[in-house]
Every structure is written in C-alpha cells, then in structure tokens.
C-alpha cells in the first residue's frame, strides 16, 4: 500500500524488513520512551518493556507532552530511533524531532501516515518494507 | 508556502536564523499551515535537558550567529543556578545541562528560568501573537491574558524566537479560540470555590472531560490569578488544554454569548461534587490515611507566587519540618520578597526553596522512592512517572501539617462529606 510521507527523515537507504511493532494503546514519547535505551517505560501499556529502536514503529493514539520531540531527537542521536514512525495523523511534535535532527546530520526516521483501521491489517511482528515514496509491503 | 519577503530573506541569508526558519517552515507544513504569523514574544521550554542532542542543537544555532529576534522568557533549567548541588543530576549531564541553559541565554533570551513567565514581568496583551511553550504557560497565557499562541514544543519555540514568526494555525485563529462546550458549574456549592484546593481538582477534571477542545466554565464565582494558574495547569497536565474561559473573568468571556461566539453551545456537560471528589482521589496514586507517615512534601507548580510564598510563611509560622518541604518558585519572586526576609525565614524552618528548576524534572528529592504529599495537580500528575515517588494530593494547609508532623494530615472538607 502507498503512505502519505508526513516527514520524509534522512534515512541511509530503504527500509527493509524491518519488524514491525503495532503498539495497541496510546503513547506519550516524554514518560513513555527511555530516551537512553528506547524501551518503552509505561507500565500501564501491555508493551512495557520492548524497544522501539529499529522497528516500524506504527502508533494508533499518540498523546502528546511538546518534549516528545526532545526524546526522539535524542534516540535520533544515539542510533536508538524506530527505522520508521507510522501515525493515524500528522503530528508536528514527532516531526519536529526529525526535522531538527536531518538539520543536524543524523540518520532520521521517515515519519508516514496510515488510518488506525488500517494499521490493523498489519500484525505484529511482521517484517515491513517501505520506499522512500512510501510504498509499503510487509511479510509475516 | 506563502512566504513574505522579509521571511524569504532569512531563509536565504544563511545562518542561524536561516535553519530557524527551516526548521518553521517545515513544520508549519506538517501543520497545515498555509502561511507565518509575525510574533511579539516567546517563552522558550527547550531550555531543559532531556539529553546531548538538545545541547547540541542549540549550541548549533549559537555556532551559527543565531540571535532572539523578539522579547523571550526562558522556562525552568534541570539546574538550580543560584543554588549549587541541591540537584543531583551525575557531572556528565549536569555540565551539558548547564551548557545548554548557557546558550539559550546566548541567543539572547533573558535568564528567568520560570514556568510562571507571565508572574515574572512577561505579560503580553490580550490580542497578541506569541509563540510559548510549556504547557501551564501556554494556557495561562491564551486564557488569563488572552494573548495568542499554540502549544509550541522543543525547538518549535526557539526556531519562533529567532525568527519572529509562527505557523498562522489553531489558536492564532480567532475562530478556533470560541468555546464550543459549556461546563456548568451551578450544581457546586458556591463554598467549594473558596478554597484554593478547588482549582486543580476542577482542572484535572477538565483536561479529561473535554481533551483540547475550549471550554467555557459558568458558576465558579472569581478565581484569582493564582487559582486560575493552578486550574490551567491541572487541566494542560491532565488534557492538553490550552484555552479555556472562566465566563465573566477571562478577557475573552466577558458574557456567555460573548464566549461562544452568539453560537449555541455544542455540549453542556453538567459539574457536581461527585465529579470533584472523584477527579480529587484520582490526583492521588499512594493510599495514606491521616497519621501515616510521608516523606516529602513539595508545592510550586506552577512555580510558587510571591503571594503564596507569603501565605506558606504565614501558615507555618514559628514551626519547623521535620519530613523536606520543597518550595518551587522563580528567582523573581526570591527577588520581590527579599526586603520582607520571607525567603530567609522559610529557609530557617526547614523549607528547601528551589529556583530555576522543579522537583519533578531533574532530582533533587531525597534518594529513593517514597511518599510525596503535594497541592499542586501538574506534580500530582507528573510526580509518579519522573521520580519514582508515590503522590498523596491535598490542601496547602493539610501539606504543610503534614510537613510539620512528618505523618498525613487531612482536614473535613465538601469532597470527603460526598
């Protein structure tokens, strides 16, 4: 399937088969993501405890402290950072930290938009492939 | 993009303002926005460590000659400058921490280090374009004084410093600054108002009843300055709200149809004690009883007036703590009262005052978990996650007692009667 590209990010080359992790309830980067390791810190999420870095990270519900750009800028810097964000609608505290960190030089996340439902299709786990067009193909 | 000359000069003059306004245009693309807002002031939240890369980004733009085109306020630091060691963040960080408060005061914003801006002389007018960050600031400053800006978040607010400039969208918008849903108050005893413990429990309640849609409140008598600070702080902590009216208080409800624009509401959600008792026991996360011992007690989020530093004065007396007392406030306020030997009579008692930063933000409680007894509904929200400590949320009177005794202290109240 084809995604809107909300931020295209500074990425090295195309994401490939990156695993996919569909995170099932809402999402706050400041509080909910170490910005030191990229594990996810909620206790209260069915996720506490996995790592974002390196996934296709797709977020349903994002709430929003404005410092969740200051924890992905720095998971940016410290090659922790999902190789991709998908969200439900554009956001502009997560683009901030990928805008600020292609102004720095850093390798940055795409950010790209798919509709809750339709996040649905893809399941956990699954390997996901996506161009820098937004082209979007997964495994299982 | 529409962009005026003066715009797409900056953009092609290289330097700092260059990648600021990068940075802007950007974003105001993410937002939707078609064009830039010229802006008055800014209040900037990036000043606080959250890591390296913050540092390094400013230190860029200060590499890059990038200079604070408008008047700008800076908010809390993870550092108390004033006061060496109170906080215990490890060298590495304190040192980075440090630089990068240094070099926002390099770009030219003035060293105010307070998340109560608008109570440190920064008050622009009702009407006005801004761009603030910091979420209790943000509501203070669209509601109580009317002036206009979004949530501006990291690096967003100081990229608007230096450029002058914002994305003309959301609360910019007169239209989108219209209450849309009624909260009627009348069902609450007028008495339940008198009491400054009213304000958080009611914001609490409306960041999660109405999310970021503007609300307007009828009922609640009112409020001072004080009381509205600590209502738009619950609610920014609790919901994201960044404008709400008080219906005969804020500059922009003078009457009820004034408020929603001659429109009829779109919902009118009904207010009761139950509803308050409920928002009350949910700024809780520690199950204490009275006689209980705690361990902390912190007030000043926001950070403290220098009225209410005058009333904790007052109210403890010629006591001493025995459990810490932290007192969050700005170097303004250490300023304005040091003639009256407030600051230094509160020290004597035990009272740690903290300046330039908070409790919850960088750490400075003592060394592992506990219980922390607190009045103000943004540490009751942010307390649990940021410091490992359990919250009991309470009057500033049952705080200070608790302070005092070392054990909870809970004073009858119309909540406890429901």
């Known amino acids: 399937m084809r995604l809107e590209v909300i931020v295209p990010g500074r990425p090295d080359e195309d994401i490939e088969r990156a695993p996919a992790l569909v995170l099932t309830g809402p999402i706050s980067f400041w509080g909910g993501v170490s910005p030191v390791s990229g594990v996810l810190t909620d206790p209260r999420s069915r996720d506490h405890h996995r790592s974002i870095s390196g996934t296709a990270l797709f977020i349903r519900e994002l709430r929003g402290s404005s410092s969740g750009s200051s924890v992905l800028l720095e998971l940016i810097y410290r090659g922790l950072a999902p190789a991709a964000i998908v969200l439900d609608s554009p956001d502009a505290i997560l683009a901030l930290g990928v805008i600020v960190g292609c102004e720095m030089g850093w390798k940055s996340p795409p950010i790209l938009r798919l509709a809750a439902a339709e996040q649905e299709l893809i399941s956990d786990g699954a390997r996901v492939s996506i161009s820098r067009e937004g082209q979007l193909t997964f495994e299982l | 993009m529409d962009l005026d000359s003066y715009e797409r000069g900056l953009l092609e003059g290289g330097g700092g303002a260059a990648l600021a306004m990068r940075v802007l245009v950007e974003s105001a693309r993410v937002l939707g926005a078609k064009r830039l807002v010229p802006i008055r002031s800014a209040h900037i939240d990036s000043c606080l460590y959250h890591g390296d890369s913050g540092t390094l980004f400013a230190e860029r733009l200060v590499e890059l000659g990038a200079r604070v085109a408008v008047p700008t306020t800076l908010n809390v630091g993870a550092l108390d400058l004033l006061h060496a060691g109170l906080t215990r963040l490890e060298p590495a960080a304190s040192s980075m921490a440090h630089r990068l408060m240094m070099s926002y005061l390099a770009m030219g914003a003035r060293p105010t280090w307070t998340c109560a801006p608008y109570q440190a002389g920064h008050r622009p007018r009702a009407g006005e374009d801004v761009a603030w960050g910091e979420s209790n600031a943000v509501a ?259 705080c200070i007692e608790s302070a005092v005794r070392g054990t909870l202290h809970l004073e009858p109240d119309a909540l406890h009667e429901t």
Do not use: M
């Not at chain 2, 109580?144 to 230096?162: M, Q, S, W």
């Not at chain 2, 008198?194 to 914001?203: E, F, K, M, Q, T």
């Open chain 2, 140 to 398: 203070f400053c669209n509601s109580v004084l009317g002036a206009r800006t979004n949530r501006y978040g990291d690096f967003l607010d100081i990229c608007a410093a230096i450029t002058a400039r914002a994305p003309l969208t959301g609360l910019h918008l007169p239209e989108n600054r219209l209450a849309r849903i009624l909260i009627d108050a009348s069902a609450v005893p007028k008495s339940f108002w008198r009491d400054d413990i009213a304000y958080p429990i009611l914001g609490a309640w409306l960041g999660r009843a109405v999310g970021q849609q503007v609300a307007a409140i009828e009922g609640i008598g009112h409020p001072t300055e004080d009381q509205l600070k600590a209502l738009g702080a619950a609610a920014a902590s609790s919901g994201s709200v960044g404008l709400f009216h008080v219906i005969g208080v804020t500059p922009e409800a003078p009457s009820r149809s004034i408020a929603f624009g001659n429109l009829p509401p779109k919902k009118i959600i009904p207010l009761n004690l139950g509803a308050l008792a409920a928002s009350r026991a949910g700024l809780s996360t520690a199950s204490r009883s009275a006689g209980e011992p705690i361990d902390a007690v912190a007030i000043g989020s926001p950070h403290l007036s220098s009225d209410e530093l005058r009333t904790l004065d007052r109210l403890l007396g010629a006591r001493r703590c025995s459990k810490p007392l932290y007192a969050c406030t700005g170097r303004h306020a250490l300023e304005a009262l040091r003639p009256e030997g407030v600051i230094e009579r509160l020290r004597n008692r035990g009272v740690t005052v903290v300046v330039d930063t908070c409790v919850v933000v960088t750490p400075v409680l003592p060394e592992g978990a506990g219980v922390l007894v607190t009045n103000s509904g943004k540490f009751a929200h942010y307390a649990p996650q940021n410091t490992g400590y359990d919250v009991v949320f309470a009057s500033l009177i049952e």
